[in-house]
Antibody
Framework: QVQLVESGGGLVKPGGSLRLSCAAS????????MSWIRQTPGKGLEWISN????????SYADSVKGRVTISRDNARNSLYLQMNSLRVEDSAIYFC???????????WGQGTRVTVSS | EIMMTQSPATLSVSPGETATLSCRAS??????LAWYQQKPGQAPRLLIYGASSRATGIPARFSGSGSGTEFTLTISSLQSEDFAVYYC??????????FGQGTKLEI
């Protein structure tokens, strides 16, 4: 069964850092691009980053560029998102998703909630 | 950045009826469009890709159409489990991939 499970969310103060993880099972992570997508009540679904199969090609949304770093460990079948200099507006549910041929996303993990608040 | 606009924001339909949801792109995305369903507390689930191809396990009552800038998701013979929020997403030009703001389908 193809499954993605995120972890690492929580409450952090503005300016703080968090590292999100996404564990994949049921498929080989090395065969796919992977993305992080976040969701807020105000902005809806926002794609924030993806990474190529080998990790050499990475893209970021302008809203997070310079503050987040996506990475992967194919041997561990895991995806990561290091988030620094967090802002209140980064508060969201963060999903990892399998990026099918740099196109649609299937499946998605269940999400991990990040709250940035003083 | 390609902007995706969905209409209506909320659609009220009765079980057994047909729902028609719209998605418009700010520039052509050809057929590079996907639809997702999201229920409360759950992740989005892929329904349609390539504007009209159903994802694995998606019932035939879900159909997608359109190309260029105008797209439609049609759900026929609505069942109780279909009441959810639906999102479109373009993947023709990225980064960034962009999503519509969603249509809430309610009873």
């Amino acid at each position: 069964q193809v499954q993605l499970v995120e972890s690492g969310g929580g409450l952090v103060k503005p300016g703080g850092s968090l590292r999100l993880s996404c564990a994949a099972s049921g498929f080989s992570l090395s065969d796919y691009y992977m993305s992080w997508i976040r969701q807020t009540p105000g902005k809806g679904l926002e794609w924030i980053s993806n990474i190529s199969r080998g990790g050499k090609t990475i893209s970021y949304a302008d809203s997070v560029k310079g503050r987040v770093t996506i990475s992967r460990d194919n041997a561990r079948n895991s995806l990561y998102l290091q988030m620094n200099s967090l802002r209140v507006e980064d508060s969201a549910i963060y999903f990892c998703a399998r990026d099918v041929s740099y196109s649609w996303f299937d499946p998605w993990g269940q999400g991990t909630r990040v709250t940035v608040s003083s | 950045e390609i902007m995706m606009t969905q209409s209506p924001a909320t659609l009220s339909v009765s079980p057994g009826e047909t729902a028609t949801l719209s998605c418009r792109a700010s520039q052509t995305v050809y057929s590079n469009l996907a639809w997702y369903q999201q229920k409360p507390g759950q992740a989005p689930r892929l329904l349609i890709y390539g504007a009209s191809s159903r994802a694995t396990g998606i019932p035939a009552r879900f159909s997608g159409s359109g190309s260029g800038t105008e797209f439609t998701l049609t759900i026929s013979s609505l069942q109780s489990e279909d009441f959810a929020v639906y999102y479109c997403q373009q993947y023709n030009k990225w980064p960034p991939y962009t999503f519509g703001q969603g249509t809430k389908l309610e009873i």
